[in-house]
Structure formats: C-alpha cells, structure tokens
C-alpha cells in the first residue's frame, strides 16, 4: 500500500466530514447512548457521543462507510472527547482505553473493506485527538486572571493514555485536531513525540487548529503563521485549520498559514456559521466551489468538513478537488 507521504505528492487528499452531524441524525435517547451495558448508569450519558462505539457500535461504523463512499481518504476515529479529562463530564474517566481502541477497530474495519474494494485508493484511519475542555494558557475564571484549571504535565499524562491506545490499536496517523489553545498542543506534541522514541515509531502526525472569529486568531491570541511558528518543530506530516468559521470565512486565513508552511496544508471548515436554530446551511454545492477555488490557487494539500458537513458534502468537496493539483510545499 501507497504511504499517504507519497500520496500527498500526487494527488489533494481528502479526510472525512463531521461525526457529530451525522449522529445528531439517529435522534437518540438517554436509554440509546446508555444501551445494554450502561442501562443503570448512576450519571446521565446522552450526548457521549464517543460511548456510542460501545453501545451503538453499528451506528459509527455506518457513518465511517458514507464518508469513505463518498470519497473520503482519511478517516478520523470517533475519539474527539475519549481523554481522561473530557470524560470527567460522564464519570468515565476509567474507560479511555477501552473507548480508543473500539472506535480505533471500527474504523480500521470500515477503512480496509474499502482498500480492499479498490487497492488503487488505500484508505487511512486518523485517531482524533480533541483538544479537551480545559485551557493551560487562559483562565476560567474572570476573577482570577492566574488561575489555570489544568496544567502542562496533566495534558501530557491525559494525551499519553488516548495516543497509547489509539496505537495498540493500529492506527496509521495521529490528528491533533480542534487546537484552541497552542500549549493544549505542544502538550499533546510532547506526549505523542515521547510515545514515539520510547517505540521507536515513525506514525505521522496532523495538527489543525481553530480559528475562532474573523479577527483570525486562536482564543489563545494567535495568528495563523505565529501558530505555526508555534508547531512547527513537530516534525508533523501537516498543519492547517478546521471547525469554527465557514469557508468563505477560512480564505484569508488558510492564504496566510499556506504562504508561512513548508509542509502540507490541510482545511476542513464548517458548512458555513450556525443559523439561529445551530444548524449549518451551507449546501454541498457551495462549500464545495468556495474550497475548489483554493485547490485551484494552490493553496491546500488535504481537504474536507468539520461540523454541519455530510457525505455528500465530501462527495462534492472530493470531486472539485480531484480537478487540481495540490499545493507545492517544497517551495515555500
């Protein structure tokens, strides 16, 4: 099999579209997010969506094929939230290993039928890596400007757990996705780069970080060229930006980090902002023109859609970016 190194030089790949939505479309209760196992819980679960490999196996594993049907490339684990400090909310702490390495099998499962259907097009599985909901760089607590709620060395320990799992379980790279706050990721950096001395392991690694408003910046205050200052010492596969904005908002942004990188750019933006009812408008046919105009000026290497998108939004994002060539990095 094709290594995805060798792939992004021939071709824009393409990474999946967004969990989330498509879970939100099976309507599911408290007693459906709980199933058999966790029918007397003590703690509310509806809403954990990374149990639902667990309790509703079949419902993931359906969302992974649509998304490689549709021609996704890269497909992401169901893992956003699977860390110890997430999982603090459901009172599953205990659980991370075990949720990491049967949403790891899933979509390792989804992934090889679809190589093996067609061997010219080798699929990859990304364990995901959210970026938990603590912050090291920025108070909780308007009050209390010193105040951190969590520190370096327990996002290290906390990312140590969930990469280690998502390894035994066979993943072919690392996404450390979602970035708000840099030293969330130079802590996940940290631990998947210790991870991979102690094994003597060479698994790439992606980094996409959020813009938060049109101002540009990270909610920790930085621009996207100082965020790649900030990462670029990973020794990463690629860097880029996802979730947050739409992509007619994402332009300037993606132009800015595609200019500063020397490696390859990736974007998988919104389908649009958030109407007034949360749900995302932007049709398949519009997100895929705004992105295809990017493809075509040379600006990304990996393409695809965080929240509101669906297969066939990937459908049509993958069929616009198969018309261009992907972006040159060795020039920058």
């Known amino acids: 099999m094709q290594t995805i190194q060798s792939l992004l030089n ?3 790949l393409v990474i999946d579209g967004a969990m989330g939505t498509m ?3 099976y309507k599911l209760s408290e007693s459906d997010y709980r199933g058999e196992r966790f029918k007397d819980y003590p703690h509310s679960l509806q809403g954990n969506n990374d149990l639902l490999v667990l309790t509703q196996p079949e419902i993931i594993y359906t969302i ?5 049907d549709a021609g996704a490339d890269i ?12 999982m603090q909310d459901y009172h599953m702490s205990d659980k991370v290993r075990e949720l ?17 259907m067609n061997p010219d097009k080798p ?10 909901n603590k912050t090291a760089s920025l108070s909780p607590d ?8 969590v520190s370096f060395d327990e996002l290290v320990l906390c990312y140590k757990e969930q990469v280690e799992a998502l390894l035994d379980a066979g993943v072919h790279l690392l996404l450390v996705e979602t970035v708000f706050d840099t030293l969330n990721c130079k802590a996940a950096l940290y631990a998947i780069n210790e991870i991979k001395e102690e094994r003597n392991s060479s698994i790439p690694v992606m980094v996409s970080g959020t813009i938060t408003d049109n101002s540009g910046r990270t909610l920790s205050g930085q621009t996207p060229e100082a965020f790649w200052v900030s990462v670029s010492h990973g020794n990463l596969l690629s860097v880029g930006f996802n979730c947050a904005l739409g992509a007619e908002q994402m332009r300037p942004f993606i132009q800015e980090l595609s200019n500063a990188a020397w490696i390859p ?14 749900e995302y408008d932007d049709s398949p046919e519009h997100m895929s023109a705004v992105i295809g105009s990017w493809c075509k000026d040379g600006l990304l290497n990996i393409v695809g859609g965080c929240c509101g998108t669906t297969p066939d939004h990937i459908r049509a994002i993958a069929a616009e970016a198969s018309k261009y060539k992907p972006r040159n990095w060795d020039s920058n």
């Open 123 to 132: 699929r990859f599985v990304a364990g995901s890596i959210g970026p938990t």
């Open 265 to 278: 750019v990736s974007c998988y933006p919104n389908a649009g902002l958030p109407n007034e009812f949360g």
């Open 75 to 86: 497909l992401e684990t169901n893992t956003f939230n699977a860390n110890s400090i997430s």
């Open 64 to 68: 992974h094929k649509a998304f490689l």
């Open 10 to 12: 021939q071709r824009i």
């Open 142 to 149: 308007v009050n209390n400007p010193g105040f951190r709620a």
């Open 23 to 25: 879970i939100q479309k």
């Open 100 to 116: 990491n390495t049967a949403a790891a099998e899933l979509a390792l499962k989804a992934a090889e039928e679809f190589t093996a």
